[in-house]
């Protein structure tokens, strides 16, 4: 019986805590869900029942997030988190595989550090990926700077002597140039400036 | 842009248990046994059909013990649309228009 009630109370909890953080199109739903609580007999039914509704809730705040993020960012957003996005994946992929593939032949006291910190500035781009995808105007601002100092970068090794196939720095060099236009159209500006994100304070 | 739902299996089941009360209110946990939908499918359902205006949803005070629970039912335009789906489930129809776009 004590079994009982503290899994019927443990349900609650649960759920009557999803729906205090929800927004209110949802939290109705999850107050549905922890209503039916009260009617489910057993021990291990309204642990199934709990389960299924954090579940559905969780799927269903996804859902309207991923659905509010179409509609409000442009394609050129999305476009350019993306490449940054891969453009970190890429970078830090590539350190990883300085790491397991045993290209370090130093000792790894004198390793670690400047691995790490090659691993942090591999996380950059994926740091303004996350900031676009935010419409934070410092990341879009953020992802111009990074794009010029990439091609600027680039441009410089392509004219390397040692350099003799100059198509990927010049693929680079197009993506940068690319992204440097779309983070400048003026509808993508006005995408970052008209995006608000509200502060409530509790209490 | 037409806004039609995908129909599943669970959907149609979902849609064949509300039309056959189509006038009485069902709640939640009992729609779960009677579809053998657990709630992480079943909710889901019901979310989507409540947005699409196709199931209306109030809360009551239950007899048994007072204490308020969620009840569901096809509106209008549910019952229509559920009547053809579960009409045309046998011809292998997988998207319904809702029903406002077939009158």
Redesign the interface.
Known sequence: MRLLMATHRFCAAVLRFLAERLPPELKLWAEAMRSELDFIEGTFAPLAWTFGSVWALFKAAAMAWLGDAGRERPWAVRFVAAYYAVFSCELAGAIAWQVIGGKIHGPWQDSIFPLLFCFLVALVPAVIAIGLWLLDDAARLMAVFFAVLHAVVNWAWMNQPQVHRPIMPSLRIALDVLAIFLMNRPAVRDAFRNYRIDLRLKG | MVDSVRLSPQILSVLTILLEKPSEWS???DL?RETDL???????I??RLAQRQWVE?RWHL?D??G????MYRLTADGRRAAAVAVAGKSKGRRVLRPAYEQR
């Open positions: 709640y939640g946990y779960s657990k709630s992480g499918t079943l909710y889901p019901l979310i949803s239950a048994e013990n204490k308020p629970r969620h």
